[in-house]
């Protein structure tokens, strides 16, 4: 059986004790969340979600009901409550209890069912100990200080496909010096690191657990997926009216397979 909807007065209630929110859910009947961040930057969720669905659909089809679906690092829970409408069975993980607390009564009120459990993704492989044929891994890359590591995890947990999107920095390619002025090696890509400190020490939930985060070029993070055990990535195009930093080529949505 389904998952019971909560009543209309549980939802206005959570919304109001479990605030301030950072996405936008419609539970219906004029029941929603209004987002902390500001309105012109909200525009990335619909364009993540866009590209994320329409990946899914291309390359799952007829096969969506039923699949096996993990969203790490899951915040408040808004790309599983999606995915499981779709009929797949959804798993999501979060490091912090305060977003999973908000992610539950989500689902809660939108009446989707999905495991919901705490965990870091430098640990993930060890904890879940299986593969899902869809991995989200959204707005988390560029907040971790060891993306090898969090790669290497994800990918563990990949039995199909990864939907990956990330802030990313602009290209730098060339090369350097390695053991003697005569030998060189190529660099492919970059990595830069990113102070978080001031939003970490605040206590602001959308930075890593640690206050150093790395951003990788696009050509870093196609070169890191395949290292990482992907058989190959690709980055996707965004759609017409994208977020603006999708569209300028800032943030990226990327498709990785097995």
């Known amino acids: 059986m389904p998952p019971t909807k909560l009543a209309p007065e549980e939802i206005r209630r959570g919304i109001d004790e479990l605030g301030p929110w950072f996405y936008a ?12 961040i500001p309105p012109q930057v909200v525009g990335i969720h619909g364009t993540r979600l866009e590209m994320v669905e329409t990946a899914a659909v291309a390359h799952f089809g007829d096969r969506l009901a039923g699949l096996d679906c993990l969203d790490i690092g899951c915040h408040e ?38 495991a919901f459990r705490q965990g870091r993704v430098e640990t993930l492989a060890g904890d879940e100990g299986r593969t899902y044929a869809l991995t989200l ?23 199909e496909m990864c939907l990956i999107e990330t802030q990313v920095v602009d290209e730098m390619e060339g090369s350097t010096e390695w053991g003697a002025q005569e030998w060189t090696r190529p660099y492919k890509g970059i990595l830069a690191i990113i102070d978080e400190s001031g939003e970490f020490d605040n206590g602001n939930r959308e930075t890593g657990v640690t206050p150093m985060a790395t951003c990788p070029s696009p050509k870093a993070l196609l070169f890191m997926l395949r290292q990482a055990g992907f058989s190959r990535a690709e980055i996707l195009v965004p759609p017409a009216g994208a977020y603006e930093q999708h569209a300028r080529g800032k943030r990226v949505v990327c498709a990785a397979y097995k």
Not at 25 to 36: R, S
Not at 96 to 110: T, W
Not at 142 to 157: F, I, S, T
């Open 77 to 114: 829970g808004f790309y599983a409550i999606q995915m499981a409408k779709y009929g797949m069975k959804v798993s999501a993980v979060d490091a912090r209890e305060e977003n999973l607390r908000r992610a539950r009564f989500a689902a809660a009120a939108s009446g989707a069912e999905i």
């Open 137 to 159: 891994f959204l707005g988390v890359l560029y907040h971790v200080e060891d993306p090898m590591l969090c790669l290497r995890q994800v990918a563990a947990v990949t039995g």
């Open 25 to 36: 859910f419609d539970f219906g009947d004029g029941l929603k969340t209004t987002p902390l």
